[in-house]
């Protein structure tokens, strides 16, 4: 039963602390995204790629986020410095473009709070 | 940039009976797709149910259709025969035609949360 996997689950991690999240996509699939939830705001796409190439990170604040996918196999979304205000349940999904209406699988998620 | 809304909030319905999730969208787009979403209390995201715009007939799967509204930018969720398994929040979500610039990212409304009575 294929899967995509998040690590770490949970986080709590003090202001202005390096996070790092990571994401396994379900192998063969070549298009991965990163998607935040927040009470006030919903989900939001954050960023994505498709064979590993960034092609939307307009979601992301570009001075405290980065997002990279150093191999087909591994997505990490990076925060530094953290903030309070980036408390949430961070989403990793992954897809593989074989129709136009490809399903998006998600991740489990990683829920982080920065005190 | 598109936009879904989801007007209920909250929405409960007594087990066995049917329920219907309302969503509307703003797209000046003639092709696209639009999603439903379940997400329990275990918060993993679960794809109910798709719908191809350019596709007339209203997709099913099993105890879950929908009544998509082109013109009237409607895709309302209907589930029969409600179980206690059922209880979830629901997002529904817009997804533009797949292009070289790349648009693949969902749009997601802002959720409601069903109440399944036993």
């Known amino acids: 039963d294929a899967r995509v996997t998040q690590t770490p689950r949970h986080k709590v991690t003090e202001m202005g602390q390096e996070v790092t999240m990571r994401c396994q996509p379900i192998?063969?699939?070549?298009?991965v995204f990163w998607y935040r939830q927040t009470m006030m705001q919903g989900l939001e796409l954050l960023a994505y790629?498709?064979?590993?190439?960034?092609?939307?990170d307009s979601g992301m604040p570009k001075d405290r986020f980065s997002a990279e996918m150093p191999d087909a196999t591994l997505a990490t979304l990076k925060i530094q410095p953290s903030e309070p205000r980036d408390s949430a349940v961070y989403f990793c999904?992954?897809?593989?473009?074989?129709?136009?209406?490809?399903?998006?699988?998600f991740g489990p998620g990683t829920r982080l709070t920065v005190t | 940039a598109q936009t879904v809304t989801q007007s209920q909030p909250e929405m409960s319905v007594q087990e066995a009976e049917t329920v219907t999730l309302s969503c509307t969208y703003d797209t000046s787009e003639s092709d696209y797709y639009l999603f439903w979403y379940k997400q329990p209390p275990s918060r993993q995201m679960i794809l109910v149910i798709r719908q191809e715009a350019y596709k007339q007939q209203n997709a099913t799967e099993n105890r879950f259709s929908v009544n998509f509204q082109k013109a009237a930018k409607s895709f309302s969720l209907k589930i029969s025969d409600s179980q206690l398994g059922d209880a979830a929040m629901y997002f529904c979500a817009y997804r533009s035609p797949l292009s070289g610039g790349g648009a693949d990212g969902l749009t997601f409304g802002k959720g409601t949360h069903l109440i399944i009575q036993p």
């Open positions: 192998l063969g699939h070549n298009t």
């Open positions: 790629f498709r064979n590993r190439a960034p092609l939307d």
């Open positions: 999904a992954s897809g593989l473009v074989t129709a136009p209406a490809y399903e998006q699988y």
